[in-house]
């Protein structure tokens, strides 16, 4: 049975006592510290009520055996970590007493007093005990406050982290939507330059062309009052072809997309000198023809942009460009110049530099600039090559020699005319179809038709245009020169740079003019070719 004691206060305070003298004792202090207790008779059954709620416990010592001790110390190890529990012990004798020496022992956080107890002693003890308690307690909360914000904090970091990861993946995917979009732009615009150019070479150009012809054949005809106006007219549509030639170079040359990486490097070099006085020295070892012509236009540019750079910021009249395989996968673009240099800066500024390492980050590639005043600069590009096989290149047969020595049994050149412009093959027909010694057998609109109409007509010459759909005028003419070498093939083009006429020649071709030429010129071409003498001036 228990005793408990009806004390005012909320302190819960366990008590085991078994004589009157330590329990009038116990009241008092606790009355005087607003405390109430629960009093037992047995260590058992005060056992079975401690739990982390108890404030503290009084034992009196005349009740403690060693089975106590036992039971006591096993109740306290199943407390809470944070529970110290605070245990006053009144034995005879005092700490000197032998069962004190075995609380001590066994027991934590204990108070040894000696009995009979002094009322001021015990208030002493339980002041320092509830003080204690209360620390445990105060300490308790502060952990599960910390434990909490701990937890918060994790909760927090992993929301954190998850919310960066998110917009990480979100920036990486707007930044490969920018690469892409960045990419399809670089390439939107190379694509419209080369529309343009095209624009002009295939329509702009060729309406002048076929109105310069149309404008000759009038003028051989006897009418003395117009032949001045037509002159002039004619002087006007040639300027106007050279303008908008000029003009399609500018935007793009047709030749980087037709003819070999090493062929519109020249054509660039040549251009380079012609327009800008700079002479450039081209270092080429390789013909690299696995690049497509989506980077053979790149390269174009970014070469140009080089060389640009070079006249504009360099100060000198000469440079140097190496074309080389950096490693097996990797090709290298490399521009020097012996120029005043200029210092580094970590960010080189002017758009062509920019708009060249912007287009190297989409493939992978890179810009390295090397420079010091007074010691020239160097500028070189990186980048990997187009993911195709290699191929083989093809052996062109060479041209004969002209003028081949037979002669024409008929009498008149058999003439096969292909272009893919009516105009222009409509002007082209009317001037030479007044010549007495031309007969113009037929047309044809690419290349494809073009070695058709050569298997069935049997032509002598054919004027064959460059660019072309379905087939160019340089394949066509392999093809024509490979199966019927006696027909004599004369290129004719909008452009007259020596690279494309070298690429007819290779192709087997005898001769090759502009557009613009004279008809005059065109004519004595086409006799020359076939061994045929000039007819006298003034032929009617």
Known sequence: MSQKASIQGQRPILAC?????DLQALQGVLTSQSANAAIYRDISELCIHISDRTDAVFISGDMVTTESYELLAQTLDRQPDWSDLPIIFSVPGGPGFPKAGDATRDLGNLFLLQHPLEPAA???????????????????DLSKECEHATRSLKEARKQLDRKIRE?????????????????????????????MGQVLNDSVQQLLAGAKYRLTSLNQKENPAGRATVQEIETILGEAMEASRSLTSELTPPIIYESSLRTGMEWLISYMSAQHGLSVRLHMKEEFNEVDENMRGFLFDATREL??????HGKTGAAELSIQRADENMLEIQVTDQGPGFPLVPEPKGLGLFRI?????????????KSAPKKGSQVRICLPLAPKFPTTPETWSPAEAIPRSERLLSGMIRLLIVDDHAVMRQGLSTSLGQEPDIAIIGEAVDGKAAIEKARGLHPDVILMDLGMPRMSGIEATKVIHNEMPRVRVIGLSMFEEKEQANAMFEAGAVAYLSKGCSVDALTSTIRRCVGKPELPAGHI
């Open 357 to 369: 390492r912007q287009r190297l980050d989409l493939v992978s590639g890179r810009l390295e600039i």
């Open 307 to 312: 060389l640009v750079n070079v006249m504009r």
């Open 167 to 195: 917009r990480t993946d979100e920036l990486v995917e707007e930044a490969s939507q920018l690469r892409r979009l960045t990419g399809a732009l670089i390439i939107s615009e190379q694509k419209e330059r080369r529309r």
């Open 122 to 140: 015990l208030k002493n003890a339980l002041h320092l005990a509830l003080r204690g308690r209360d620390r445990q307690r105060w300490i308790r």
């Open 17 to 21: 006592v078994d004589n009157t003298d």
